[in-house]
């Protein structure tokens, strides 16, 4: 069992956005009367014990100030999740949100997205009116990230990152590249083994692939991000996509975007989960990343696709 601790700061972050929904119910008079909180997703779609607890959280608070309404209760809502595989990411198209209105009887839904940055994690919470698609109210909380948000962040209720491990039909798969390429950048192998290259004086580095025992199916993916130019600079990069020597694909949903100080690094990793093996690499590695001046330039900075061949798994 785990037993949870955390500031006086947290608790209050958390009450505030449940009392600012709740008076957004309340000042609409009787129009909702059921509320669904929903897990919250990482910006790919992703699902961690993080989002799980934070809507854990925000639902028991929600519970208790009600007046005039009801919350749903969450073990009713997760397994109709479960069995109508909702996209819990998409709750926020109209016609996705009435649907689901309808299925657990709410008439508003609590839900969002969060974005992990290197010393902390912003969540963005929605209340969405399952009848109108109409977005009633918003609110947006920063935490710091402790060794406890970090643990939750790294446990994903999708199976890891390896969500619907299928093995491609035969005439869909393609050659993989023979040498490690990115669009109109150049990379290089280090003697360490890593691919490197760099974009916009930002260093991106691939590490390599580990199993977790000799018999795991989990295999973990480390890679880096240096600012090598001068500090305030932002980068966004995600990894969407594997395919391993056997012909399994894995779709990804790792994905960082903050900004850097000069001289700075930001290191993390991917897992997919369902890896045989048997298998020894991956033969492609698919993502994207894009650089910028500051964060505000970040959003309309153009993509570039990335795509690392041949990665051994040790």
């Given amino acids: 069992m785990l037993f949870f601790s955390y500031s006086l700061s947290y608790e209050q972050e958390i009450k ?16 909702v009367k059921r509320v669904a909180v929903v897990d919250f997703t990482d910006l ?13 959280e925000l639902s028991v608070r929600m519970a208790k100030q009600a007046i005039g309404f009801k919350v749903v209760d969450r073990i009713h809502i997760s397994k109709l999740i479960e069995e109508q595989k909702f996209n819990l990411s998409g709750l926020v198209d109209k016609e996705t949100a009435k649907n689901f209105g309808r299925l657990v009887g709410a008439d508003a839904i609590v839900t969002g997205s969060y974005a992990v940055m290197p010393n902390g994690v912003r969540l963005n919470v929605k209340l969405i009116n399952t009848e109108t698609g109409e977005v009633l109210t918003g609110t947006q909380v920063d935490f710091q990230r402790t060794k406890f ?4 962040l790294s446990k994903r209720l999708d199976t890891g ?10 005439r869909t798969q393609t050659a993989p590249q023979t040498t490690p ?6 990379m290089r192998r280090d003697v360490d083994g890593s691919y490197v290259f760099e974009y916009m004086d930002f260093e991106y580095r691939i590490k390599g692939c580990r199993r977790r025992g000799a018999t795991s199916n989990y295999v973990d993916c480390y890679y880096e991000v240096k600012n090598l130019g001068r500090s305030g600079r932002a980068f966004s990069i995600e990894f969407f996509e594997a395919v391993d020597d056997r012909g399994y694909r894995y779709q990804l949903s790792e994905s960082v975007s903050t900004d850097l100080n000069a001289d700075r690094s930001y290191s993390s990793y991917f897992y997919l989960n369902g890896v045989p093996t048997r298998s ?6 698919r993502g994207r990343y894009r650089g ?4 505000s330039e970040l959003l309309n900075a153009p993509w570039q696709e990335l795509v ?4 051994e798994i040790r």
């Fill in 292 to 295: 910028a001046n500051s964060l």
């Fill in 44 to 56: 790919q779609g992703g699902r961690t014990e993080f989002g799980r607890f934070m809507a854990e």
């Fill in 280 to 285: 020894t690499k991956f033969l492609e590695i």
């Fill in 149 to 152: 948000i970090d643990e939750l």
């Fill in 181 to 186: 390429t990115v669009a109109g950048v150049r």
């Fill in 308 to 311: 690392i061949s041949d990665v």
């Fill in 16 to 31: 505030r956005v449940a009392s600012s929904i709740t008076f957004t119910i309340i000042a609409g008079g009787s129009k």
């Fill in 161 to 170: 990152l390896a969500t619907g491990v299928q093995k491609p039909p035969e």
